[in-house]
Structure formats: structure tokens, C-alpha cells
């Protein structure tokens, strides 16, 4: 059994904002699902799959009802910011067994507006909640082992910042408009030793939603064919502190099932969408997912080489978490839909990749230096 | 620096009861599997590696060494470092660094338990050596 090429992304919607203090949660989740539907050309009647996560108030039965939704195949997963990546990999695990024909997913969020409910506790709590793990400091702690094991340096880091910044000022929606250098990215106040501010992501409101469905649906509609034809998820935590290894992440597992259900290798891919809640997000997915060896990410980033149209990998050419857009702190599904954008054409021109035909979509979600899942999707333009 | 800062309680439970009960009397406890031969933290009553039933605690050295951290600059409460310390019985865990140069902070550095008051159990955390 496989999942290539049983579904595809035939609507997008990523919201304008990046703040909004006057519309409530529920009401941007809507705003997201109509435009995601319009973008389809379909509508909401056609909708008898919905897929959401923790970001979404109350959980599956006031979204549903809120949304007036009249569903046959419910999944409410919630690995974070890599949920919606793991959404698409189980809506066509749905559709191909005929649980639903027409799936939407959708992210909204607030965080700009008002502080984020707090993190449900696990079994951890007692050993953990004390010593302040926050998204800076679990990262900055694979930052710091990074650095120690393979030499990488904030210099190396810094270009991931670039890259973004170079893409965002094309989007006349980013956050962060301005082209930034890699003096501009060290020198900027040191947040979480080693990661500096212009090492983090935005944090902005808003969210996104997806359209999945059939190879026969996806053909009756007008929008150009992009499908998943690949997709991996997995966990990685402390585990009882054995062996513990903070310098690699879950996309060591997901990645590599995603590429051999897809049948290609990271060489083949043309355009990435990488989860970049920081630069050592970034890095450290690289190499997670084979696009260079584990330890050689830091030479691989550097001197633009993940900037469209100058280096040999273009990322997030939106601008990313980084620069353009983190909605409810939450990236996965940004990276979809630009990795969407790129395969249909409809980048902004200046970051378009020519002939771009094969993407990988990938994220984490949880915090990486403690506990984290990944998710990872080979999207195909047919 | 600062000892200013109100730790949270723990909250406890029949299966980590054995625990807090110790830090009370200044140990601190790991788990270790009778089957694998492993130890573990934090400590449950099932292995995290082969699933045995037979495990049983141990007073840890309290010694290890800095597996890696990260110095957060600002917070609510002040600057504090977060970090792994791997055990000299092998497990690692999470913690912060206390009574020390926070700015001085290394990987692979020697470091030894501390504990610090709660409104009920005390709380491990380490200290350079």
C-alpha cells in the first residue's frame, strides 16, 4: 500500500495578516477555509474531511459546528507546528481508502495579539517544567552541541537569515521586509546563547488552509495538478536520556519514507520549503533529510546557496518563518502552501523556479531540543 | 545571581512518589532495569528500552558532566542557562545551572546535583564542580 500520487493540493489560502486583534480565532480559521475553498473552485458543501490540530479553539467538535461542516472523516493530530504536514500525508491515507473525497485543512492563530495558551504536560513535568525550556533555549541547546561536534558557526547560520530575507522582500505580505546581511544577524542582541534575535522566526497571527483530494476530483477542477506522492512522520525525545544525540532531529526517519515511497532522492528536488523556526532549524533539517552530510550543513548554507535564482537549493522563497509569516507559531502549513505556490508557478517572479516540478515540504513540531515530532511530503506537479 | 526565584512544586505521584520522597532527605534517585541493565531518567515504573517491569531505584552519584545548554538572557525572572547533564551512570536529563558563572558555562564541563526548596519537595538541579 502507498500513498503516491493518491491526492492532491487543489486549493491554497494563506491569510494576508500578520495581526489581528480585531477577529477572533475560530473567525480567521473560517476566513482561511473559504479562501482555501475558492481557490479550489469548490465549495463548502463539497467538504466531507476535516483535518486540525491544537491551534484550532476547542477541537474537533465547535470547529465543525462553528464551520457548519457536515463531515464523514475527522482527524484532529496535533504535533505542532508539523501537524499540517502530517494532516496531508493522513488526508490521502483517507482518500485513497475512500473515507472522504474532499479534505480541508486549516491553521489560525493569535499569538501577536495575546499570550498563547500554555503547553499541555506529559508524564515530564515534575523533571522538566522547572528548568523554563522556551522555543529559544531548546533550540539554542542544539545550536550549542551543533557548534561543538561539527564546528558550525554563527557566521554559517546567519546566511540562512539571508537567504530568507533576500526571498521576503519580494512578498509584499512578509513581516520582515528587509534585506538583511550576516553582520546585520550577528551583531543583532544575543537571545538564547548561541542563537542571536535575527536567528529566530517572526511571530505574527494569521493562518493558512489546504484543500486535498482525488486524482478525479483534482482533474475536474481548473487549477494546475500538484500531488503528494511521498510522505514520511516521526518522533524523537529524550527518551530516558540514553544516548542522547541533540544534533540530529525526527527527519532522520520521516524523511527518508517519504523519499523511497516517492521513488527520489533529495538531488531530484527543485525547490524547498524547510521549517525554519530558527536557522538551526534549518540547518539541521538539511542534513536530516540527505540535501548534504550530517556535520556539512553550515558549508552548505553559506554564500546564498539557498537563495533562489544564486544557490543550488532555493527555501522558502515566501520568506518563511523567518521573515514572512509564523502563523500561531505553528509553520508546517506555510511550507506547503509555497511549496504549492512554486509548483504551480505562482511564486512571485523574482524567486520562481524554473520548470520547478518536484518540492519537498518538511517541518518539525514540539521543540526540538527536548521533545519533537517531523513530517515530511515529496510534492509532484503532474 | 539572584536565589530569589520561586521554583514550582511538584505535583507527585504513586509511581515518582519515591523520588521526592528521597530529594527530601538530599539523594537523588535514578532508576535502573534488573532485565536490560540500563538506567533511566527520568524514572518509570516500565523500562523505556525493554519494557521489563523489574526495575528498581538507585542513588545516583549526583556527578556529571555538560552535555550541552543555552544562557537565556532575559526572562520574567532573569537570565538562566538551561541544559543536559549526562550522568556518570549514563542517562541524561534536563536541568539548569545554579551557583556558578553562568557566562563561564561549557560543554564538558564537571557538574554535581544541588537540590533547591519548593513549597514541597526539593528540586534537582546541578552546580559546576
Given at each position: 500500500?502507498?500513498?503516491?500520487?493518491?491526492?492532491?493540493?487543489?486549493?491554497?489560502?494563506?491569510?494576508?495578516?500578520?495581526?489581528?486583534?480585531?477577529?477572533?480565532?475560530?473567525?480567521?480559521?473560517?476566513?482561511?477555509?473559504?479562501?482555501?475553498?475558492?481557490?479550489?473552485?469548490?465549495?463548502?458543501?463539497?467538504?466531507?474531511?476535516?483535518?486540525?490540530?491544537?491551534?484550532?479553539?476547542?477541537?474537533?467538535?465547535?470547529?465543525?459546528?462553528?464551520?457548519?461542516?457536515?463531515?464523514?472523516?475527522?482527524?484532529?493530530?496535533?504535533?505542532?507546528?508539523?501537524?499540517?504536514?502530517?494532516?496531508?500525508?493522513?488526508?490521502?491515507?483517507?482518500?485513497?481508502?475512500?473515507?472522504?473525497?474532499?479534505?480541508?485543512?486549516?491553521?489560525?492563530?493569535?499569538?501577536?495579539?495575546?499570550?498563547?495558551?500554555?503547553?499541555?504536560?506529559?508524564?515530564?513535568?515534575?523533571?522538566?517544567?522547572?528548568?523554563?525550556?522556551?522555543?529559544?533555549?531548546a533550540y539554542g541547546m542544539c545550536a550549542m552541541r551543533h557548534m561543538h561536534d561539527y564546528g558550525?558557526?554563527?557566521?554559517?547560520?546567519?546566511?540562512?537569515?539571508?537567504?530568507?530575507?533576500?526571498?521576503?522582500?519580494?512578498?509584499?505580505?512578509?513581516?520582515?521586509?528587509?534585506?538583511?546581511?550576516?553582520?546585520?544577524?550577528?551583531?543583532?542582541?544575543?537571545?538564547?546563547?548561541?542563537?542571536?534575535?535575527?536567528?529566530?522566526?517572526?511571530?505574527?497571527?494569521?493562518?493558512?488552509?489546504?484543500?486535498?483530494?482525488?486524482?478525479?476530483?483534482?482533474?475536474?477542477?481548473?487549477?494546475?495538478?500538484?500531488?503528494?506522492?511521498?510522505?514520511?512522520?516521526?518522533?524523537?525525545?529524550?527518551?530516558?536520556?540514553?544516548?542522547?544525540?541533540?544534533?540530529?532531529?525526527?527527519?532522520?526517519?520521516?524523511?527518508?519514507?517519504?523519499?523511497?515511497?516517492?521513488?527520489?532522492?533529495?538531488?531530484?528536488?527543485?525547490?524547498?520549503?524547510?521549517?525554519?523556526?530558527?536557522?538551526?532549524?534549518?540547518?539541521?533539517?538539511?542534513?536530516?533529510?540527505?540535501?548534504?552530510?550530517?556535520?556539512?550543513?553550515?558549508?552548505?548554507?553559506?554564500?546564498?546557496?539557498?537563495?533562489?535564482?544564486?544557490?543550488?537549493?532555493?527555501?522558502?522563497?515566501?520568506?518563511?518563518?523567518?521573515c514572512s509569516n509564523h502563523p500561531v507559531n505553528r509553520g508546517g502549513m506555510t511550507k506547503i502552501?509555497?511549496?504549492?505556490?512554486?509548483?504551480?508557478?505562482?511564486?512571485?517572479?523574482?524567486?520562481?523556479?524554473?520548470?520547478?516540478?518536484?518540492?519537498?515540504?518538511?517541518?518539525?513540531?514540539?521543540?526540538?531540543?527536548?521533545?519533537?515530532?517531523?513530517?515530511?511530503?515529496?510534492?509532484?506537479?503532474? | 545571581?539572584?536565589?530569589?526565584?520561586?521554583?514550582?512544586?511538584?505535583?507527585?505521584?504513586?509511581?515518582?512518589?519515591?523520588?521526592?520522597?528521597?530529594?527530601?532527605?538530599?539523594?537523588?534517585?535514578?532508576?535502573?532495569?534488573?532485565?536490560?541493565?540500563?538506567?533511566?531518567?527520568?524514572?518509570?515504573?516500565?523500562?523505556?528500552?525493554?519494557?521489563?517491569?523489574?526495575?528498581?531505584?538507585?542513588?545516583?552519584?549526583?556527578?556529571?558532566?555538560?552535555?550541552?545548554?543555552?544562557?537565556?538572557?532575559?526572562?520574567?525572572?532573569?537570565?538562566?542557562?538551561?541544559?543536559?547533564?549526562?550522568?556518570?551512570?549514563?542517562?541524561?536529563?534536563?536541568?539548569?545551572?545554579?551557583?556558578?558563572?553562568?557566562?563561564?558555562?561549557?560543554?564538558?564541563?564537571?557538574?554535581?546535583?544541588?537540590?533547591?526548596?519548593?513549597?514541597?519537595?526539593?528540586?534537582?538541579?546541578?552546580?559546576?564542580?
Open positions: 500500500m502507498t500513498i503516491k500520487g493518491k491526492a492532491y493540493i487543489a486549493g491554497i489560502f494563506e491569510h494576508p495578516t500578520r495581526h489581528a486583534p480585531d477577529k477572533s480565532t475560530a473567525q480567521l480559521h473560517a476566513e482561511v477555509a473559504r479562501g482555501a475553498i475558492a481557490d479550489a473552485g469548490l465549495s463548502k458543501a463539497d467538504i466531507d474531511g476535516y483535518f486540525l490540530a491544537g491551534d484550532a479553539p476547542g477541537g474537533a467538535w465547535p470547529m465543525v459546528d462553528y464551520l457548519g461542516l457536515k463531515v464523514r472523516h475527522i482527524d484532529s493530530t496535533d504535533t505542532g507546528g508539523c501537524s499540517y504536514l502530517i494532516h496531508l500525508g493522513h488526508a490521502a491515507e483517507a482518500i485513497a481508502a475512500g473515507k472522504c473525497s474532499i479534505a480541508l485543512v486549516t491553521l489560525a492563530g493569535k499569538p501577536r495579539t495575546g499570550p498563547m495558551p500554555p503547553r499541555a504536560a506529559g508524564a515530564e513535568a515534575d523533571f522538566e517544567t522547572a528548568y523554563g525550556a522556551t522555543t529559544h533555549n558550525t558557526t554563527s557566521e554559517q547560520l546567519a546566511w540562512i537569515k539571508v537567504a530568507a530575507s533576500h526571498h521576503a522582500q519580494y512578498n509584499p505580505h512578509a513581516f520582515l521586509k528587509d534585506v538583511v546581511t550576516v553582520e546585520d544577524v550577528v551583531n543583532s542582541p544575543m537571545i538564547s546563547d548561541p542563537l542571536h534575535r535575527l536567528d529566530c522566526c517572526v511571530v505574527t497571527d494569521g493562518g493558512g488552509a489546504l484543500i486535498v483530494t482525488s486524482e478525479e476530483i483534482a482533474k475536474s477542477l481548473k487549477k494546475p495538478l500538484v500531488r503528494l506522492i511521498g510522505h514520511g512522520e516521526a518522533m524523537k525525545g529524550p527518551r530516558g536520556g540514553k544516548d542522547l544525540d541533540l544534533t540530529y532531529s525526527a527527519g532522520v526517519w520521516s524523511g527518508p519514507r517519504a523519499f523511497e515511497e516517492a521513488g527520489v532522492t533529495p538531488q531530484d528536488i527543485k525547490y524547498a520549503s524547510i521549517y525554519d523556526s530558527f536557522t538551526i532549524t534549518v540547518l539541521m533539517q538539511l542534513e536530516d533529510l540527505g540535501f548534504c552530510r550530517k556535520g556539512e550543513g553550515g558549508k552548505f548554507v553559506a554564500d546564498g546557496n539557498l537563495i533562489s535564482g544564486v544557490g543550488k537549493l532555493p527555501f522558502n522563497t515566501d520568506g518563511g518563518g523567518l502552501i509555497e511549496a504549492v505556490r512554486q509548483l504551480r508557478g505562482e511564486a512571485h517572479p523574482k524567486v520562481q523556479v524554473k520548470n520547478c516540478d518536484l518540492a519537498i515540504a518538511h517541518g518539525t513540531g514540539g521543540l526540538l531540543g527536548v521533545r519533537h515530532a517531523a513530517s515530511t511530503c515529496i510534492l509532484e506537479r503532474v | 545571581m539572584s536565589e530569589a526565584k520561586k521554583y514550582p512544586t511538584p505535583v507527585t505521584n504513586p509511581e515518582t512518589k519515591p523520588f521526592w520522597d528521597a530529594a527530601a532527605q538530599g539523594k537523588f534517585m535514578i532508576k535502573r532495569c534488573k532485565t536490560c541493565g540500563d538506567a533511566h531518567y527520568f524514572p518509570r515504573s516500565i523500562c523505556p528500552f525493554c519494557f521489563s517491569d523489574k526495575t528498581e531505584w538507585e542513588e545516583s552519584s549526583g556527578e556529571g558532566t555538560i552535555y550541552t545548554f543555552s544562557l537565556m538572557r532575559k526572562s520574567a525572572t532573569g537570565p538562566y542557562a538551561i541544559g543536559y547533564v549526562t550522568l556518570k551512570e549514563g542517562p541524561s536529563l534536563m536541568t539548569n545551572f545554579v551557583d556558578c558563572d553562568l557566562e563561564r558555562l561549557a560543554i564538558g564541563q564537571k557538574v554535581k546535583v544541588v537540590f533547591k526548596p519548593t513549597d514541597g519537595a526539593p528540586l534537582p538541579f546541578f552546580t559546576v564542580v
